[in-house]
T-cell receptor, first 112, second 114 residues
Framework: AQSVTQLGSHVSVSEGALVLLRCNYSSSVPPYLFWYVQYPNQGLQLLLKYTTGATLVKGINGFEAEFKKSETSFHLTKPSAHMSDAAEYFCAVSEGFNKFYFGSGTKLNVKP | EAQVTQNPRYLITVTGKKLTVTCSQNMNHEYMSWYRQDPGLGLRQIYYSMNVEVTDKGDVPEGYKVSRKEKRNFPLILESPSPNQTSLYFC?????????????FGSGTRLTVV
């Protein structure tokens, strides 16, 4: 079975600083990769996804992620954090129909 | 507006009292799924449905039932709830399963079983 590892259950950055949330997966086949964001008391929203093609994927709210096959990673970045980015972020991996695995989540705190 | 609607948002119940959490989507999605979210464990799939009258177990199906009589609705049934089912539950739908499309999630149902 696939495993998805998000390094750091809590990440804290200052407003304006770089955001880096890490995600590694285990898969012997090229997966489909997703990042979701969950704001307090809300469901998960799709932030971005990698399926095929360009390995650098741009998503909503200025976030982007890069698929690195050699490192089996799909880290999420944003150059400058805003207070509104405070949320929990989930990495997810799909190997095929209904084989969809979530990481345990990373809570991002943005300090003023 | 395209959405997945869950009800209720919050529910406190007692052990053994049957309950149903409803889920409805207005996007004509074939695929629907239920997840539970627990701290440190991420989201774990309970049941999924690929279409009307087609359902199957996910990773943690014990203590839950589902049905899919109509395409838009996918209720989650707890016949005899227990305290270990206290959790945050999400319904999600997708046009063709998770491959390539990702999910649309409901806002969640926070269930407490005492």
């Amino acid at each position: 079975a696939q495993s998805v590892t998000q390094l750091g259950s809590h990440v804290s950055v200052s407003e304006g600083a770089l955001v880096l949330l890490r995600c590694n997966y285990s898969s012997s086949v090229p997966p489909y990769l997703f990042w979701y964001v969950q704001y307090p008391n809300q469901g998960l929203q799709l932030l971005l996804k990698y399926t095929t093609g360009a390995t650098l994927v741009k998503g909503i709210n200025g976030f982007e992620a890069e698929f690195k096959k050699s490192e089996t990673s799909f880290h999420l970045t944003k150059p400058s954090a805003h207070m509104s980015d405070a949320a929990e972020y989930f990495c997810a991996v799909s190997e095929g129909f209904n084989k969809f695995y979530f990481g345990s989540g990373t809570k991002l705190n943005v300090k003023p | 507006e395209a959405q997945v609607t869950q009800n209720p948002r919050y529910l406190i119940t007692v052990t053994g009292k049957k309950l149903t959490v409803t889920c409805s989507q207005n996007m004509n999605h074939e695929y629907m799924s239920w997840y539970r979210q627990d701290p440190g464990l991420g989201l774990r799939q309970i049941y999924y449905s690929m279409n009307v009258e087609v359902t199957d177990k996910g990773d943690v199906p014990e203590g839950y039932k589902v049905s899919r009589k109509e395409k838009r609705n996918f209720p989650l049934i707890l016949e005899s709830p227990s305290p270990n089912q206290t959790s945050l539950y999400f319904c999600a739908s997708s046009l063709q399963g998770s491959l390539d499309y990702g999910y649309t999630f409901g806002s969640g149902t926070r269930l407490t079983v005492v």
